[in-house]
């Protein structure tokens, strides 16, 4: 209980009493405050320590501490700083790579005669169609029939140097900067493919799309399309700030290395059938 330290007989005026009584209860919460970590601290103790004898008490605490903490920590970092970080990250990286990427975009602009960003669209979080950025890495060159080559055709040095340094994918911090995207998650795909998921795939739709991902760092494009969509059902299920972490420095070094960039024959991926 808290103590009243100094009792004024008579207060010569409201305000001496007034300040009295607002000392009073600002000591009455900061005990308040204080007395429950003591609790939670004496409790924590008792469960893990006092209890070691009795195993299956223990157990039984130590298990419910690790459910609470785990869903508190993942529910906190999905819900609350997932979002800001994505937006702090993604402007920062706008302004340490503009002065490498905006010489590199006047250049791809000269080279290809076109705009130099590739847009596109694609699904994202819960399936809702948005504009894709990427930066352009090939030519826009078509058959006699007005179909573009296939992409082996249309692919240039520069860009094929572009795409290994996955430079390509920085003016995507745009999307990110405009909620279209998270820096990491399952990478968006075609519209086209849809109507071509099973209820399992559909579930990489839960969380927004990231320029990186856990399939990013287990294969990338040199594993199958199923192979790819069980890895991002997985980080779904596995969203957690640690996973991310581990997915960032992954990314790094993959990068740097020119790990997984693409299958030996094909540029890109071939396109997903339902089947493959």
């Not at 340094?165 to 909620?179: C, F, M, R, T, Y």
């Not at 990068?255 to 960039?261: D, N, S």
Request: charged fraction near 25%; include cysteine.
């Amino acid at each position: 209980m808290v103590k009243w330290q100094k009792k004024i007989t008579r207060a010569p005026n409201n305000k001496i009493e007034n300040q009295n009584i607002l000392c009073y209860n600002r000591n009455a919460a900061k005990e308040a405050v204080i007395g429950s970590i003591e609790h939670v601290c004496y409790f924590f103790i008792y469960a893990t320590k006092l209890h070691e004898k009795i195993n299956i008490t223990h157990k039984l605490y130590f298990f419910l501490y690790l459910c609470v903490f785990k869903i508190f920590s993942w529910l906190m970092y999905k819900r609350f700083f997932k979002r800001p970080a994505d937006i702090f990250f993604s402007f920062g990286g706008l302004l340490i790579t503009s002065p490498v990427i905006l010489p590199l975009l006047l250049f791809v602009c000269l080279k290809t005669k076109e705009n130099p960003f590739f847009l596109q669209k694609r699904p994202g979080l819960h399936e809702k169609l948005f504009t894709l950025i990427k930066m352009r890495t090939m030519k826009s060159i078509y058959n006699p029939e007005g179909n573009l080559l296939p992409d082996r055709d249309r692919q240039t040095r520069w860009g094929k140097v572009i795409r290994d340094l996955s430079i390509d994918e920085v003016p995507q911090l745009i999307n990110v900067l405009k909620g279209d995207m998270s820096l990491i998650g399952p990478r968006p795909l075609l519209p086209e493919y849809l109507p071509l998921y099973s209820g399992h795939q559909r579930k990489r739709h839960s969380v927004r799309p990231g320029i990186t991902g856990w399939a990013q760092i287990n294969g990338r494009n040199s594993i199958s399309w199923q192979q790819k969509f069980d890895l991002d059902v997985w980080y779904v299920d596995h969203l957690t700030f640690k996973t991310d972490m581990q997915i960032f420095f992954q990314t790094i070094r993959k990068v740097l290395k020119k790990e997984a960039i693409n299958r030996s024959t094909e540029v890109t991926m071939p396109k997903f059938d339902g089947t493959n």
